[in-house]
């Protein structure tokens, strides 16, 4: 039970007064349970029903609150704004709309008044309502929601919830407006403290993100209106498209103690027979672990931007550059280029480092140009050139992939993978010293990036086009 004391508690009867109508709603409600229509209902219709009357009974009830506050709000002596001007003037009465998130209601308060200053009330501090008409409810579960899927998604699930009959760009509006704090949230964050021994991962990826019409950079707007003068009215012409791509940036730093390993944790040899023919088999030990992860990301900001802010945030971490700098990329030349750009201009010695997934991807290119689809033979190729190549044999590899085009008689087209593997691995040969950073326990892949393109960017961004801050 929950009791109010003080000088102010009201009576039963007045309580019975200022709640009469959501007490009205509320007695409607359950005479209509009691009407013999509803003995026939199924629970799905009753449910429908009860949502539908008691998210009204609760809007009463807010409303009828906020009545009796305007009703009992006494004139204040005096009032002054930040700068000290007073307000001698009031005006009863003064109304404004606030949207919750069980419907609208209206705010009736005083108006403190001023010649040639706007207006004061008081009442909306009390109630620290926001300066536009949505509810700081509201705003938050347009956060939530659209933090889950598009705008739209985001307007039909807070409506179906709550009935408040929010539109598309309140959702949109509010949901910027709870982003505001995003870069100073992460300037109060600490990272852990760390030895200089702890290795500092920094990581940089791109994304393809579809932009809608409106929000096309000029250039790019001009290219496809050049294009669409030719467009047929019933389907796309050749090599036309219902959008254009930009390139979002997403930057990741984080801390990571050393965690050595070897081949074998990563691989387990193809080729090695169990002497026993049962025995388990050996434990594999785990890479490092990352903590204190900071992201960036955006499709606004160029590629050099994001980097330079990832080469802030980490030298925010190790000013003095006493700790090892280790940077993992996909392999993209436009990204190496930059981060060893910004590395030079900062006086910083960097590791830069190939995310291994993608060099895999190459291999099994490599590897389906020698084996038949499905072919379950193609894996452990696959593993035995992976082994090498974490074992720092990058030329013995690239010299074993050739050697197998030509024993295999591979002409033109049929050794387009291995040509593939051959090049990317010999271009990014200074880049794929796996057996240093396996030694010195550093990270291999970038999965931590990855995983931001993939639920940032493609989750979020591709299913609506929009650019985001």
Not at 11 to 24: I, N, Q, R, T, V
Not at 215 to 241: C, I, P, Q, V, Y
Request: glycine letters at 8%.
């Amino acid at each position: 039970m929950v009791s109010v004391v003080g000088p102010a508690q009201a009576s039963l009867a007045e309580c019975e007064d200022a709640f009469a109508a959501s007490a009205s709603l509320f007695a409607a409600a359950c005479a209509e349970l009691a009407a013999p229509q509803a003995a026939v209902m199924t629970h799905a219709q009753l449910e429908d029903l009860l949502g539908a009357r008691m998210r009204e009974v609760t809007r009463q009830l807010f409303q009828d609150h906020l009545t009796l506050r305007a009703r009992d709000e006494v004139r204040r002596e005096e009032v002054v704004d930040a700068a000290g001007v007073g307000r001698s003037r009031i005006e009863r009465g003064r109304h404004r709309i606030l949207a919750t998130v069980f419907g609208k209601v209206t705010v009736v308060r005083i108006a403190y008044r001023g010649a040639g200053v706007a207006d004061l009330h008081p009442a909306d501090a009390l109630l620290n309502l926001p300066d536009a008409m949505h509810s700081h409810g509201l705003a938050r579960l347009a956060a939530i929601e659209s933090a889950r899927g598009s705008f739209a998604d985001a307007c039909e699930r807070i409506n179906a919830v709550t009935g408040s009959g929010i539109g598309h760009r309140q959702v949109q509006e509010l949901a910027v407006g709870a982003a505001v704090d995003i870069d100073a949230f992460y300037d109060a964050v600490v990272p852990a403290p760390c030895t200089d021994t702890t290795p500092l991962i920094l990581s940089v990826d791109g994304k393809g993100v579809v932009i809608r019409p409106e929000a096309l950079r000029e250039d790019t707007a001009k290219a496809a209106a050049a294009k669409g003068g030719n467009a047929m009215k019933t389907r796309l012409a050749s090599g036309e498209k219902h959008g254009r791509k930009r390139m979002a940036t997403l930057g990741a730093v984080y801390d990571a103690e050393p965690a050595p390993r070897t081949v074998d944790d990563i691989f387990a040899d193809p080729d090695r027979q169990d002497d026993a023919g049962h025995g388990a088999a050996p434990e594999r030990r785990q890479g490092p672990k990352a903590r204190s992860k900071w992201l960036c990301g955006s499709v606004t900001d160029t590629a050099v931007q994001v980097v330079s802010a990832v080469f802030d945030q980490a030298e925010h971490r190790d000013p003095g550059h006493r700790r090892c700098w280790v940077v993992l990329v996909d392999g993209a030349r436009h990204q190496i280029d930059l981060i060893k750009a910004e590395a030079r201009q900062r006086g910083v010695d960097v590791h830069i480092i190939v995310d291994l997934i993608h060099v895999l991807e190459y291999l099994w290119r490599a590897a389906w140009c020698l084996h038949d689809s499905g072919d379950a033979s193609a894996e452990s190729w696959v593993a035995r050139h992976a082994r090498v190549l974490l074992g720092g044999g990058v030329q013995q590899t690239v010299a074993a992939l050739e050697e197998a085009a030509r024993a295999a008689g591979l002409r033109g087209a049929q050794r387009k993978g291995i040509d593939e593997a051959v090049n990317y691995l010999s271009g990014k040969a200074e880049h794929l010293r796996y057996d240093t950073a396996l030694e010195r326990g550093w990270p291999i892949a970038t999965g931590i990036i990855e995983g931001a393109c993939r639920h940032l960017v493609k989750d979020r961004l591709d299913i609506t086009g929009e650019p985001s801050p």
